[in-house]
């Protein structure tokens, strides 16, 4: 992997850091200060609407201004989003702290779009590989992120302002990181000195059945993630009553289970195929169904988001790497804010549905639900194969 593809990695495990912080800590710094008790999580989820509601202005800026400035803006972004929120706990100000969760929102937004410029930094083979390179920082983050939180709550006594301060150090340092990446790598320079494609309309770009399997596996695999992970937590601890210890170990196994496959997942797909990984991915989603439902033991929810975690990571890098196939580099920016527009568009609306879902509708009803969207994406996936303007084979690439 090229020196652009490392520096993302490391980008990605400082950036990324600041996310289980605001997860950590939003919902008790709301607790405390929302003026209801139904607005304590309320940062958590203006968090994911910023980021969803940021995903198109990054990118017209990246298309307008390159890419490296915007992942400088977007460190600064983040650091500015870490003041507020700090501000917002040590002066008992709701709305403050609201702003930066949003303004840290919009960073994610910028964070994003990393693995797009490491698939853009090698050769189109090796885009799968580039892809879960950079998602490996994730993995990174999901363990430093929670030991900062931790770390930064102790410096200033009887206050999480510390921890939110710690945000804006390595949001800085992600940017600091990313002082050396540069925008063109040698075979893409040269891909643009020859001539020019014409930039299709927005219509044709989404007739191809194959942008629609790489969008399904990236915003189907988000949403069913984010709707059962976030569930989890309420139905294991507080309807269930495990304790608050096992509830934690469920949830960083499926957080270490998200990443840690990207050691591998990259080179399955270009091994083995696009289509062939999804349908793994798919597979590991309906044996998730399946152990949740069938009992409501430790080893069933451990299981379960294990394989969830799992399904994740080979839905999100076969999708995420499927996309470039789709797009020459003029149509490269509209097809990828409305890719990640649907990602996280998903993402948020699960988020907040899935607390509707689980206390309206109970647990199992919310497992069921999740059955319709694997069998959109077997569909998503069938007419792909079938059909005659297929970019890429479905089996072997």
Not at 271 to 284: N, T
Not at 303 to 317: E, K, S
Request: aromatic letters at 8%; charged letters at 10%.
């Amino acid at each position: 992997m090229p020196r652009n593809v490392w520096l993302l990695m490391l980008a990605q495990a400082a950036s990324m850091s600041a996310t289980p912080i605001m997860v950590l800590l939003g919902g008790l710094v709301g607790a405390a200060l929302a003026p209801s008790p139904e607005l304590a999580t309320a940062p958590i989820a203006i968090m994911v609407l910023g980021l969803a509601s940021s995903v198109i202005p990054v990118g017209l800026l990246g298309r307008r201004y390159g890419r490296r400035r915007v992942f400088l803006l977007g460190s600064l972004v983040g650091a500015l989003a870490g003041l507020l929120a700090a501000a917002g706990v040590y002066l008992n100000h709701f709305g403050l702290f609201c702003l930066g969760a949003l303004l840290l929102g919009a960073a994610g937004a910028v964070v994003q779009q990393y693995r797009f410029a490491a698939m853009e930094s090698v050769a189109p083979a090796d885009a799968p590989r580039a892809a879960s390179r950079v998602l490996l920082g994730g993995l990174v983050a999901a363990v430093l992120g929670p030991e900062l939180a931790l770390l930064g709550s102790s410096v200033i006594e009887g206050s999480y302002a510390g921890a939110f301060l710690l945000l804006s150090l390595i949001a800085l340092c992600g940017g600091a990181i990313l002082w050396g990446y540069r925008n063109d790598a040698q075979w893409q320079a040269a891909a643009d000195s020859q001539q020019p494609e014409p930039e299709r309309s927005f219509g044709e770009l989404m007739s191809q059945p194959a942008l629609w399997a790489a969008l399904g596996a990236a915003a189907i695999g988000y949403g069913m993630m984010s709707l059962i992970m976030t569930a989890t937590p309420l139905h294991m601890h507080h309807m269930e009553h495990h304790s608050l210890a096992d509830t934690k170990w469920v949830i960083q196994s499926h957080i270490i289970a998200m990443y840690l496959p990207s050691f591998f997942s990259g080179l399955l797909v270009a091994r083995f195929g696009h289509g062939a990984m999804m349908l793994l991915g798919l597979a590991a989603y309906g044996a998730t169904i399946m152990m949740a439902l069938s009992g409501s033991a430790l080893l069933n929810y451990w299981t379960a988001l294990v394989l969830l975690g799992i399904g994740w990571n080979l839905l999100f890098v076969a999708g995420t790497s499927l996309l470039p196939a789709c797009y020459s580099g003029a149509e490269k920016f509209r097809v990828q804010m409305t890719n990640d527009f649907a990602v996280f568009g998903f993402q948020a609306l699960a988020s907040l549905g899935a607390g509707y879902l689980l206390s309206g509708l109970g647990w199992r009803v919310l497992l069921v639900a999740c059955i319709p969207m694997i069998g959109l994406q077997l569909a998503l996936l069938a007419a792909w194969k079938y059909s005659k303007s297929r970019v890429l084979p479905i089996a072997n690439n």
